[in-house]
């Protein structure tokens, strides 16, 4: 019932000279029977979503801000997202959190401009070493679950993404039962919050070093419904390993 996802973050990388990897991917899956999506930098975006227009791969954002329009020198709305071509938006990323000091009423503010749009909000949990090694991932997890996920959140415009900060562009990644644990508490804590229909259908992605050789292993794991990819979504080649796996899921 829930459809998976694919979703590429390219972060602050890729010039024009980089659509030709959105090309090649579009060309590898011309009818992916799951949603893919890429994220480039704005800069991008137009050119990206006019190339895989009438393809079955989306685009969208890396990060909006919370106002329609105004003075924020350097800022996109989620309007203007929407009018480049973008679909969804991922918010509250821990690079963001962390160099940008957002907090949870941040990202929440965000998730709520770029919901009232009409994207899809990817909003990122994810604890880092030193609060796993405490053991309070959950604690963690939990509090900007609930900071972070505005109340209109519906499984059509919400999709939450789980990205332990340690794993992200370190090539470590959590064990299965460890994904597991989260997403599980990430499942209930929707259900609870939002009711069993709507917290049931809430895509929930794992992200941190997915790779072609660990994602069948990690699409595996229950309530992971795909994948947040950094590294390996750069290429074509690379991402197009981890969309076959999660065909195959
Ligand atoms: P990574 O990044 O796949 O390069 O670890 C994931 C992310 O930050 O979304």
């Known amino acids: 019932m829930r459809l998976k996802l ?3 973050n390219w972060k602050m990388n890729g010039t024009t000279a980089a659509l030709s990897e959105l090309e090649a991917l579009a060309r590898a899956f011309p009818n992916p029977t799951v949603d893919v999506l890429i994220c480039p930098p704005a800069t991008l975006l137009h050119q990206a979503a006019e190339s895989v227009r009438e393809t079955g791969i989306t685009v969208g954002g890396q990060d909006c801000h919370a106002a329609t329009s105004g003075a924020h020198t350097g800022d ?5 997202l929407l009018d480049a071509g973008a679909n969804a938006v991922i918010l509250g990323h821990s ?15 965000k ?26 991932t959950l604690d ?15 499984g059509e415009n919400l999709i939450v993404a789980y990205e332990p900060i340690w794993a992200i562009g370190t090539g470590k990644v959590p064990t299965l039962n460890e994904i597991g644990e989260v997403h599980d508490f990430i499942r209930t804590r929707l259900e609870r919050r939002f009711g069993e229909g709507v917290g049931r259908s809430v895509r929930l992605l794992y992200g ?36 076959d796996a999660l065909q195959k899921a």
């Open 140 to 154: 963690i997890i939990g509090g900007q679950m609930s900071g972070s996920i505005p109340d209109q959140s519906t």
């Open 95 to 109: 690079e963001r959190r962390e160099d940008h000091g957002e907090q949870n009423e941040d990202v929440r503010a």
């Open 6 to 8: 694919a979703a590429g």
């Open 76 to 80: 996109i709305s989620a309007d203007m």
């Open 208 to 243: 941190g070093s997915v790779k072609p050789s660990n994602a069948e292993d990690i699409f595996g794991v229950s309530n992971v419904d795909g994948a947040l990819v950094g590294g390996a979504s750069l290429k074509a080649q690379d991402f197009s390993g981890i969309i």
């Open 111 to 136: 998730a709520r401009a770029a919901m009232d749009a009409g994207l899809k909000a990817i909003i990122c949990v994810g604890e880092s070493l030193e609060q796993r090694e405490a053991a309070n």
